[in-house]
């Protein structure tokens, strides 16, 4: 199946109803390719954390139309049955802390989505040790979470936000406690893995260090959303 | 897929072994009054095992003589004794009393029996030291209980008696060593006074001109001596002869004697219906308090666990993990507390019974009642930490 990204359209979130009613997005419409990693830049109660847990499948949008690659997620008021399912085998999510659970090693916190999702033990632990490889800690596969130094700990979170190879990947704030040389490294893994594996990026930042790099960047103001081309050429 | 809860105690394994070491001793206490009231309930049977009676000859509409005083004359074991079906019959008097040993006294159960030998009913059936009583006064047969060795001195009202054989496990319903002595010397000890109340007593009957009759000398002397002495013992104790049944010879004695007779499950229930129904309700009630408590503690560790453990929960949530994932290492996590509680209860009530006054008796079926108590109070107390897990928002875990 050829991928095709994160699709949205007129996406609404109301709070509320009556007088008290707040219209925290108002028709956002965003496009994100497979491949591409993207900025999403607002102050804060600006809507950007509404608009995360849209994406995310969190919250349901009150009205408008979100697609991944060809599936239907939203589309006013009608939404896919199985959410839970959705958000572990559809959607990748990086934290602003890596959140890794304490009592599973490095290669278990990886491994744990696709055991989720059915994967035999070993096949799960198998793709996690690859993607540690591939995001260079495969040298603390077996280390707990306390063991690992920040750095180390968000690469972990990226390798479990990518393992089952989500069409989207959700990443929000995921610099924001690292010194400028790790938060480079961390957008340029996020680049890496997205054009390695054809997955979209959505980076909430606020990060002065790492919004340079973005192609393209989603401003968000009071719920709408303005695209604009960023400065950054990527990675390539 | 991997064990969650597993995973979560071998990483915290000391916080789960202190607060399952904390849970145990609770569960040790449980266990122990358990093991208190199968105890009172072994020493009544193990009483009536003792008497080697198959019935109980007592006075007419009482509950004797056990559970309240009963008199009947201790010439009445011949007539008893020749009723159809009677093998054996001997007089018995039972007395709960301080007896002196050396500094200190101890209570005891003081039991009379006849003048025959161990095969006779009330005797001691088994000694693990010494012998039986062979004289007619001043000797003593006394359970370790007791504290006594052979050869010591028990001062029973203003006697001494010496100790010539031990016993192990003959005790009363309330848990008191018995020391057997010869029938006449326990009649004695009854209704012995001491001698001013003796001398006073003569008095009041030389005073009285009804007994002190110039014309009849020899009667204040004979009332005297009546006064002084004791003909009664509290039951006779029956063996019936083979092929009878109990009601069989119970009931021509109940019609003719005009007697009231127990057999052994009148007895028992006698015993553990009556004499210690209160005690046994006490500790039920300790035994709902305290499944009370250790229920709500192990709901507090359980929820204060699973608090611990929002963020994490959040973020199973929101990658995927179903509800019933999240449930069930919670109630995994409950019972691995429960299990760790309940050895060590078991542990420690089993080291701690020995060193109880009265014999506690821990019995498989309680522990294993124990068991499934336990782990259903674990189930029970994860609710409202699995009530809390559920509602836990996927979106805590992006802010």
Known sequence: MKRQGIHIERLSKRYGSGDTAFLALKDVNMHVAPGEVVGLIGPSGSGKSTLLKCLGAVI????????????????????????????????????????????????????????????????????????????????????????????????????????????????????????????????????????????????????????????????????????????????D | MISLAGRDILHAWGKFVFTGIGLGLLIGVTLTMAGVYRGMVDDGKVLLDNSGADLWVVQKDTLGPYAESSSVPDDLWRSVRAMPGVAQAANVTYLTMQVGHGERDVRAMVVGITAGGSAEPGWPPHLVEGRQITRGHYEAVADLAAGVRLGDVLRIRRNHYRVVGLTRRMVSSSGDPMVFIPLKDAQEAQFLKDNDAILMQRRRTEANPAFNRPAVPDLLDAVIASQTSNSYVNAVLVRTAPGYTQQEVAEPIRRWKRLTVYDRPQMESILVGKLIATSARQIGMFLVILAVVSAAIVAFLIYTLTMDKIREIAVLKLIGTRNRTIAAMIVQQALVLGLIGFVVGKI????????????????????????????????????????????????????
């Open chain 2, 348 to 399: 420690t009530a089993t080291f701690a019974a020995p060193l109880f006054p009265k014999y506690v008796l821990l019995v498989p079926f309680d522990t294993a009642m124990g068991l499934v108590a336990v782990m259903a109070i674990c189930l029970l107390a994860s609710v409202v930490a699995i009530r809390v897990a559920l509602r836990v928002d996927p979106a805590e875990a992006i802010g």
């Open chain 1, 60 to 235: 349901d949008p009150t009205s408008g139309r979100m697609t991944l690659d060809d599936k239907v997620i939203y589309d006013d008021g009608w939404k896919v049955r199985d959410l839970r399912a959705l958000r572990r085998d559809q959607i990748g999510f990086v934290f602003q802390a890596p959140y890794l659970i304490p009592f599973l090693d490095a290669t278990d916190n990886v491994a744990l989505l696709p055991m989720l999702a059915g994967v035999p033990n070993d096949e799960a632990r198998r793709r996690a040790l690859e993607l540690l490889t591939a995001l260079d800690v495969q040298h603390r596969a077996r280390a707990m979470p306390s063991q690992l130094s920040g750095g180390e700990q968000q690469r972990v979170a990226i390798a479990r936000g990518l393992v089952n190879h989500p069409p989207v990947i959700l990443a929000d704030e995921p610099t924001a406690p690292l010194d400028s040389q790790r938060a480079m490294a961390v957008i340029r893994i996020l680049n890496d893995m997205a054009r390695r594996l054809q997955t979209a990026v959505i980076v909430v930042t606020h990060d002065e260090k790492i919004i340079p790099t973005f192609r393209r960047i989603y401003h968000i103001r009071d719920g709408v959303t303005h695209e604009e081309a960023g400065e950054g050429r990527g990675f």
